[in-house]
């Protein structure tokens, strides 16, 4: 804001010495004013927590122009750098390896002969580590290099457009929670980060337990039975629902269990309720029919991994200063451009993105919700189309996933008058998977029958984590079978086993 001279221009000779006073006053106030209005907020952005998502918002922030703070009361990287993705994947990668090495019927397929194989459970512990610092660090280096201000502390509301961390007060325009999430302990279960434990402490490899319970069949509890089970370790994984794997794609869930669990060291349960859980040596697990909650009997088994989900961390946040209340199970209801609702109606300058919303909890969703957010401050309204955003379970073979299941299209279509087709593709036909010798898996698509349109894809094998990325991007851009059908793909490669789906359910709308 300027505050405007009633006079057009200033004449070369014959000024009046009170308009000459007066246009100093002006000045002076304008200064003033302008000093004033760019110290009214420390920053034009405050993010409160460095995970993934606080991380990408943070960036764009800076390149969108805006000064940009990030607050951290742990360590950088959140729980994917730290306690998810990153250890996780590394100590996948290496029990993976082992895993290979021991097959010896598929290697002798090849034509190799190994002896001998060994490892060190401290050095694959170790390149977890080292792989956590190392992106940490990575991650750290890149706010910094930004021009981000990383300030070390617990945040927390404490009024509008107010962060308090410890004794310090500031001030930011906007502000975004990006606090992330926890795992999950149920009732009845006690937690001694030895015998019984989360993915927290899993992801530390402190020892080997001979034999494990593993208590959830999601995708946390199927990457670590993977690599327990490559490790040597007996298994028994405990489900509450009827089915194992229930998030995903009937079809997949069928044909994973015949490829991940079966042929290994792995006893299961389903429909089974751990209703105590007490540590010690041995841990006793006492299973409950899920449906009476009748005893069934007491486990003793070495070690138990709790792998039951996780919930927002979102207490002492702080949002009753703002009359906002967390919604269902803990989360903080937002919008779809990411504001925080109270009462149904955005709240001015508060935004939360990633696990504390409940939206979608993955890393890379995390961060496309930092983007919108930060879109929308900067008056490019944005929203997150939750369908394209792929997900994978990285087991050997891996899961991966995008848009709706074949139950979940059925739904829309009695809702918005269409039919549902599905079509199989399997690894088996692949000449890459053959010359792998990595032949289990399959490709299931789900669209429309009327026009074609992709709505999901669900794919169980070699690099599926890989492959789902074509299918998401075309979800993305609502594409149909009838156009992807004449994409060219490279051959001998795996997405081929994608490319045949499309051809497939484009012959049968043809017909």
């Known amino acids: 804001m300027t505050i405007g001279y009633f006079y057009k221009s200033e004449p070369s000779i014959g000024f009046p010495p009170e308009l000459t006073a007066l246009k100093s006053i002006i000045n002076h106030c304008n200064e003033e004013f302008n000093v004033t209005n760019a110290k009214k907020f420390d920053y034009d952005l405050i993010i409160l927590g460095a995970g993934v998502g606080g991380h990408g918002a943070a960036l764009h922030a800076v390149n969108c122009g805006l000064k940009t703070a990030i607050v951290e ?51 694959i512990a170790d390149h977890a580590g080292n792989l956590v610092q190392k992106i940490r660090g990575d991650l750290t280096n890149s706010l910094k290099r930004a021009g981000v201000d990383i300030i070390v502390g617990w945040g927390k509301i404490c009024g509008t457009q107010k962060v308090q961390v410890g004794n310090q007060t500031f001030t930011a325009k906007d502000i975004i929670i990006s606090s992330g999430s926890v795992p999950f302990v149920p009732p009845g279960v006690e937690i001694d980060g030895k015998t019984v434990f989360t993915s927290d402490d899993g992801l530390k490899l402190e020892w080997l337990p001979q034999w494990i319970a593993i208590i959830g069949s999601g995708y946390i509890g199927l990457e670590f039975a993977d690599i327990y089970s490559a490790l040597g370790c007996e298994i028994t994984m405990i489900e509450a629902l009827d089915q194992l794997m229930p998030g995903f794609d009937p079809d997949i869930a069928k044909l994973a269990r015949r490829s991940l669990i079966d042929p290994r060291d792995i006893e299961t349960y389903s429909g089974t309720l751990a209703r105590k859980v007490i540590p010690g040596s041995p841990v006793k697990i006492e299973l409950t029919d899920a449906h009476t909650k009748e005893l069934i009997e007491v486990l003793e088994v070495d070690a138990c991994l709790i792998a039951t989900g996780r919930i927002p961390l979102t207490q002492n946040l702080g949002l009753e200063q703002v009359g906002v209340e967390l919604g269902s199970r803990g989360f903080i209801t937002v919008n779809d451009q990411m504001a925080v609702l109270k009462d149904g109606i955005p709240v001015e300058h508060l935004w939360a993105i990633g696990d504390a919303t409940g939206k979608m909890m993955l890393a890379h969703a995390a961060s496309a919700q930092g ?85 999901g894809a669900h794919i169980f094998g070699i690099h599926a984590s890989d492959l789902i990325q074509e299918v998401a991007n075309a979800i993305a851009e609502r594409r149909s079978v009838n156009d992807l059908a004449f994409m060219v793909h490279t051959h001998p490669t795996l997405s081929e086993v994608i490319d045949e789906a499309f051809k497939r359910a484009h012959t049968s709308l043809s017909q």
Do not use: M, W
């Open 371 to 455: 983007v919108t957010a930060v879109e929308t401050i900067c008056g490019r309204a944005r929203s997150v189309d939750y369908r394209s955003i792929p997900a994978a379970t990285f087991t050997h073979p891996e899961i991966s996933f995008v848009g709706l299941t074949e139950p979940q299209a059925q739904d829309l279509a009695k809702v918005e008058g269409f039919k549902v087709g599905t079509t199989k593709t399997y690894f088996k036909g692949n000449s890459k998977a053959i010359a792998e010798g990595e032949t289990d898996g399959l490709a299931k698509l789900v669209y429309r029958q009327d026009n074609g349109e992709v709505l």
């Open 73 to 123: 009361g742990g360590e950088l990287g959140g729980t994917c750098v730290n306690r998810g993705c990153i250890p996780s994947k590394a100590l996948l990668a290496a029990s993976g390896r082992v895993r290979e090495l021991r097959d010896e019927h598929h290697l002798k397929a090849l034509g190799i002969q190994v002896q001998g194989v060994h490892f060190e459970r401290q050095a």
